[in-house]
């Protein structure tokens, strides 16, 4: 709800290009038919990739449905020998991402703003 005017506003900052859909990249989370989640990786180079469009409708977060979703974009970074995933996070989002495997390790400038810049190593055992 916080972000509702600022992304209505700005709805090109929540676009997932077709082509990441068409390529298989976007995993979705449906439950009774309805979509209520979805996160997408872009590949990247050096070994990392970066986990994008991470979104839960708000009634269904605290249900374990991001962190399934991280789950499932892990493993397929994984499976294309990807070694290192980035995320810019949402400032509120921290704990998730930290309770996901990522840690903190610089700050990005968004449009809307300072936010923190988190990796996990996907070597890493978990």
Same mark, same amino acid.
């Given at each position: 709800?916080?972000? &509702?005017?600022?992304? %209505?506003?700005? +709805?090109? =900052? $929540?676009?997932? +290009?077709?082509?990441?859909?068409?390529?298989? @990249?976007?995993?979705? =989370?449906?439950?009774?038919?309805?979509?209520?989640?979805?996160?997408?990786? $872009? +590949? #990247?180079?050096?070994?990392?990739?970066? /986990?994008?469009?991470?979104?839960?409708?708000? +009634?269904?977060?605290?249900?374990? $449905? #991001? /962190?399934?979703?991280i789950?499932?974009?892990?493993?397929?970074? @994984?499976?294309?020998?990807? *070694? @290192?995933?980035?995320?810019?996070?949402?400032?509120?989002? %921290?704990?998730?991402y930290? @309770?996901?495997?990522?840690?903190?390790? *610089?700050?990005?400038?968004t449009?809307? #703003?300072?936010?923190? &810049?988190?990796?996990?190593?996907?070597? =890493?055992?978990?």
């Amino acid at each position: 709800e916080m972000y &509702r005017a600022v992304l %209505l506003a700005h +709805p090109d =900052a $929540i676009e997932v +290009p077709t082509e990441y859909v068409d390529a298989g @990249r976007v995993r979705v =989370a449906v439950v009774g038919g309805a979509v209520v989640g979805f996160a997408t990786l $872009i +590949p #990247g180079d050096a070994g990392a990739c970066e /986990l994008d469009a991470m979104f839960v409708d708000p +009634p269904w977060m605290r249900h374990g $449905i #991001g /962190l399934r979703l991280i789950d499932d974009v892990v493993a397929m970074a @994984r499976a294309e020998g990807f *070694s @290192r995933m980035e995320v810019t996070a949402n400032p509120q989002a %921290l704990a998730f991402y930290g @309770r996901a495997g990522f840690v903190t390790v *610089s700050e990005a400038q968004t449009q809307f #703003g300072p936010a923190p &810049r988190m990796v996990r190593d996907l070597d =890493a055992v978990t």
